[in-house]
């Protein structure tokens, strides 16, 4: 082999290995893997949030920006509370938009994606055309990289959402919204259909010091 060769084939090894280092891994797209990649905080938090959640249900985006992002902000940040979101779709267009927000969960989006479906629910809701909306707040890379997630792993997207709605039918979940607050080795249930920030506050600093 000449020297030439060799320095072309090195070079290509080199850029191979470059690009590989650069691209973001892929979360696997188990139902356990996507649990983690739809979470908030530490796992270790003394508070954990559990919330089964409909991107299509009118209740879920007022509690998702009035209660739940500031929790996140202040106590989610601070390493008070654990938050896990889990899909539990009751509307036409929602398991769709569940694919859509677990695909881009194992592309390392969901929070952007997760507040895009909320925030433009009435776009989208009406009709079932989710791919302009989440295209609007992602890359064209990003965008790519989602589409081939949603196209090829429908089938473990799926299985994920399914997770999901078993976990909350053995809480008897049956609305959205549906909150579950555990600490201290208990699990409480709060009121259907989410709960104010004042209130969620009030519990949670309760909880952090008793």
Same mark, same amino acid.
């Given at each position: 082999?000449? $020297? ?15 690009? =590989? ?6 979360? $696997? ?13 530490? #796992? ?17 985006? =007022?509690?998702?920006?009035? /209660? ?26 929602? $398991?769709?938009? =569940? $694919?859509?927000?677990?695909? =881009? ?20 809701? #009406? /009709? ?46 049956? #609305? ?35």
């Amino acid at each position: 082999m000449n $020297r030439a060769l060799i320095y072309l084939l090195a070079a290509l090894l080199a850029a191979t290995a470059l690009c =590989a280092a650069a691209t973001p891994q892929q979360t $696997r797209l188990t139902p356990a893997a996507l649990t983690v990649a739809k979470s908030f905080g530490s #796992a270790s938090a003394p508070i954990r949030i559990d919330e089964f959640s409909d991107y299509q249900c009118p209740s879920c985006p =007022a509690f998702y920006q009035n /209660t739940l992002c500031l929790v996140i902000d202040n106590y989610v940040s601070t390493g008070k509370v654990f938050v896990v979101h889990h899909d539990f779709p009751l509307h036409p267009h929602s $398991r769709d938009a =569940a $694919r859509w927000a677990n695909a =881009a969960a194992a592309a390392g989006h969901f929070e952007t994606i997760e507040q895009q479906l909320f925030s433009k629910q009435d776009d989208w809701g #009406a /009709t079932g055309k989710i791919e302009p909306v989440i295209a609007a707040v992602l890359s064209p890379a990003e965008l790519k990289k989602i589409q081939a997630i949603y196209q090829q792993d429908a089938t473990q997207l799926d299985a994920a959402i399914d997770h999901d709605v078993s976990l909350g039918q053995q809480e008897a979940v049956n #609305a959205t919204p549906s909150i579950f607050v555990t600490a201290h080795g208990s699990t409480q249930a709060l009121p259907p259909g989410g709960t104010s920030y004042t209130l969620m506050k009030q519990y949670l600093d309760y909880l952090l010091i008793h």
